[in-house]
C-alpha cells in the first residue's frame, strides 16, 4: 500500500512543479519567436544605417537560443527543474504567496551575456556575464532578478504575468544592458608578462567576468597562475 504521504506530494508539490516548468518553457517558446522577430528587424534597420553591425539570432537547442547583436551575445537558458526561494525572500512574505505557497515555486530562465568574438574564436577561458533571471510559477505570474533596471522594473510577482507585451519589455532591458557596457581593460601592470605558451598558442585566454572587465591570464613571481 502506498504511503497517503507520498502520493499528496506528487499530487500538490510534484504536479505544481511540472506546471511551473510547463509555464516557463512556454515563455521560452514566446522569446525564441520573439527574438527571430528582433533579428529580422534590426538587420533591415542595419542594413540601411550601418552593414557592418551583424544581428543573428540562433535557435541553440530545447531549452536554450541565442541573439547576436554587433558585439553582444545574449543566451538564454532555461533549467528543467522548478526551484522553491529561501524562507525569509520577499516572495514568500507576500500576500499572494501566503494563501498558497505553491505559488513560490518556479521555473527559471538565465540570460548571460558573452563578447561575440569570445563566442566566434572559441575563446574557452571567457566567461558569460549574468544579465538576469526570470522566475515565472504554475499560474503564469513572474518577476526578475537582474542588473540595474531590470530588477526594479520587473518585481510585482502578485500581478505580473507572462505576456508577449511583458516579455518584449524584459527583452529590450537586456539588450539596453547588454549594449550600454563596456569591455573594461585591465590595469597595464596586470598584463606586463605572457608566457611562452601563450605566445605560440595564436590567442591569449582571456577572461571577462564583473561588468565585461576583460582580463589576462599572467603569471606572478612565483610561477602561479593569476587573473586580472
Request: net charge neutral; hydrophobic share 40%.
Amino acid at each position: 500500500m502506498i504511503n497517503e504521504k507520498i502520493l499528496q506530494l506528487l499530487n500538490k508539490k510534484v504536479k505544481n512543479a511540472k506546471n511551473a516548468t510547463d509555464t516557463t518553457f512556454a515563455a521560452l517558446s514566446l522569446i525564441k519567436h520573439m527574438l527571430m522577430e528582433y533579428e529580422r528587424e534590426l538587420k533591415d534597420i542595419m542594413l540601411l544605417n550601418d552593414p557592418r553591425i551583424k544581428v543573428k539570432y540562433t535557435d541553440r537547442g530545447t531549452f536554450e537560443a541565442e541573439l547576436k547583436v554587433a558585439d553582444d551575445v545574449l543566451i538564454f537558458i532555461m533549467h528543467t527543474n522548478a526551484f522553491a526561494f529561501e524562507t525569509n525572500h520577499p516572495l514568500n512574505k507576500s500576500s499572494y504567496v501566503s494563501s498558497n505557497p505553491n505559488r513560490a515555486i518556479c521555473g527559471m530562465i538565465s540570460v548571460y551575456n558573452f563578447m561575440a568574438d569570445a563566442m566566434k574564436f572559441e575563446r574557452r577561458g571567457e566567461v558569460g556575464q549574468l544579465l538576469g533571471r526570470i522566475f515565472i510559477n504554475s499560474e503564469n505570474h513572474f518577476f526578475v532578478e537582474g542588473k540595474k533596471q531590470i530588477g526594479i522594473l520587473f518585481n510585482n510577482f502578485n500581478t505580473d504575468t507572462i505576456s508577449n507585451d511583458t516579455l518584449k519589455k524584459i527583452i529590450d532591458q537586456l539588450l539596453i544592458i547588454a549594449l550600454d557596457t563596456e569591455a573594461i581593460v585591465p590595469p597595464i601592470d596586470a598584463m606586463s608578462e605572457i608566457t611562452v605558451h601563450d605566445a605560440l598558442s595564436y590567442m591569449i585566454e582571456t577572461s571577462m567576468y564583473d561588468g565585461k572587465k576583460l582580463g589576462f591570464k599572467f603569471r606572478n613571481q612565483q610561477g602561479d597562475d593569476v587573473k586580472a
